[in-house]
């Protein structure tokens, strides 16, 4: 037991500092490093592990969706980047330049990517003639960089691996469609793969992607009561077109600019896993993007026929879910503390005792509930417990964001409950951005989206601000 007390009070209280809390996770559960390079990081092999997960599926569903995987360079001429005036200025203080190739300097400065819009824009210029070369749908899978002043792993860094989806079509109607679309592919993921329920929504003006028309978001809450962006999708209407020359000929053989989107998710979802469904012990990761799901403890494991039975089991557990079986010689209750910081879903145990009985002890991470299980009912327990946890993780966050969710009717109501209660606040909005900015400044809470559902305005609404009448419904929180 001293171990173990002492495993586990290396991690700080959340409630005691928690963005500390956070640190220490993603470094003991061997997440990430540190590097040489200010605001980079190491995502190390256990944390790369659920990128690849969430990778997997994501891709997966927009292939599903008729979309194809491409690269686009790391570098983007300067004079590239500023035919979108408005885009540029979004990304200005954030862009990394190279102004040197070897000893010579360069004749034009390159920016290291922070997004790749501009890239899509000039090749689709090139590609696309007809309305039968329409719709394009792209995506890529790689890393950005945006020289951000403050940074903590996963959540804001200067490099950052993601996946940038960028499409263009012949109408407005389908980009929009588009849009939504790959917005409710992300909520799906997040939900049902994360188990993070989201909040989707419209960005205010204000808050919306620099050089688009409308972007769309789903929004998570964190245990702290901060609201994380867990994924955007952008409309940007004609705004690139025009700018990049992106035109084709329509049936009628007129010349039209072509509606495009854009759409992105981030390794910040790791930093959502971590800040939604962590505790005191270390991380609790969801089950379908665990890189093992099931972790075996031998107990005795120098007792004859204790870890040949462990070696079978794990035959077993293997065909219905991704299983290790750690025979080291660490003593098992060192083995029950790493593998609860590292957040495995199941702890499977057995020993002699349990071998006589032709049984094994099941340990779920998020509540540490025991079962005992026969051996041959493995293959149908596992999947189903797995299922379970996967369910229980998702209604205790659900049912934590809704009680950190507050109604505010006046100011007085709105302050009360970012300053003493922490989460979301739902209020009403005139429109104006002087009131949104003011909320902003008196509170220290932004406009998080205004939500799809739940978005009915009265005639007696008004705003929370200045008390005209009200034209939203808004989400606001403090955000990371």
């Known amino acids: 037991m001293g171990k173990e007390k002492k495993f586990v009070r290396d991690i700080t209280p959340m409630d005691q500092d928690f963005a500390q809390w956070y640190t220490d996770i993603v470094k003991k559960a061997e997440l990430t490093d540190y590097s040489s390079v200010r605001g980079c990081m190491i995502i190390r092999p256990y944390g790369y592990a659920m990128w690849e997960r969430i990778q ?190 992106m035109q084709y000929s329509d049936r009628e053989g007129k010349l039209q600019y072509v509606h495009q989107t854009s759409w992105g998710v981030t390794t910040r979802m790791l930093g959502a896993i971590i800040m939604v469904h962590g505790d005191d012990s270390g991380l609790v990761v969801p089950p379908r993007i665990a890189p093992i799901q099931v972790v075996i403890v031998p107990i005795a494991q120098h007792k004859e026929g204790v870890l040949e039975k462990a070696n079978e089991l794990k035959e077993l557990v293997s065909k219905v879910s991704r299983v290790k079986l750690d025979d080291s010689d660490k003593m098992p209750g060192w083995k029950f503390n790493e593998y609860e910081m590292k957040g495995v879903p199941i702890r499977l145990e057995v020993g002699p005792k349990d071998i006589e009985k032709n049984q094994v002890v099941l340990v779920r991470r998020d509540t540490r509930e025991k079962t005992i299980v026969p051996m041959d009912q493995l293959e149908t327990a596992i999947p189903k417990l797995l299922d379970d946890i996967h369910n229980s993780m998702y209604e205790r966050a659900k049912t934590r964001m809704e009680e950190k969710t507050s109604i505010a009717k006046n100011m007085d109501e709105f302050k009360d ?46 705003c929370v601000c200045c008390g005209k009448k009200a034209k939203h419904l808004v989400y606001w929180g403090k955000a990371y």
């Open 56 to 245: 997997k599926d994501l891709d997966e569903k927009f292939k599903a969706t008729g979309h194809e995987n491409v690269y686009m360079p790391l570098f983007i001429p300067e004079s590239l980047l500023n035919k979108e005036k408005e885009h540029i200025e979004g990304f200005a203080p954030e862009v990394a330049w190279v102004t040197h190739g070897g000893d010579e300097e360069l004749t034009e400065k390159l920016c290291v990517r922070p997004t790749s819009e501009t890239l899509f824009c000039e090749h689709y210029a090139k590609i696309v003639q007809s309305y039968k070369d329409l719709p394009k749908l792209y995506n890529q899978w790689c890393s950005v960089v945006r020289w951000e002043k403050t940074t903590r792993p996963f959540l804001r860094t200067t490099e950052f691996l993601w996946q940038e989806g960028h499409t263009i079509h012949a109408t407005e109607e389908e980009a929009r469609k588009e849009t939504r679309q790959m917005l409710d592919i992300y909520a799906d993921h997040v939900e049902n793969m994360l188990a993070i329920p989201v909040i989707k929504g419209k960005k205010t003006e204000s808050e919306k992607f620099a050089g688009g028309v409308d972007t769309y978001t789903i929004e998570s809450l964190m245990h702290d009561g901060k609201a994380l962006q867990t994924g955007t999708s952008h409309y940007l209407g004609t705004n690139f077109a025009k700018g990049f020359g």
């Open 417 to 462: 409950a970012v300053d003493n209660k922490t989460g979301f606040v739902k209020a009403m909005w005139c429109g104006d951005e002087e009131c949104e900015s003011k909320i902003k400044e008196v509170t220290g809470a932004s406009s998080r989206c205004i939500p799809f559902e739940e978005g009915n305005v009265s005639d007696e609404d008004t």
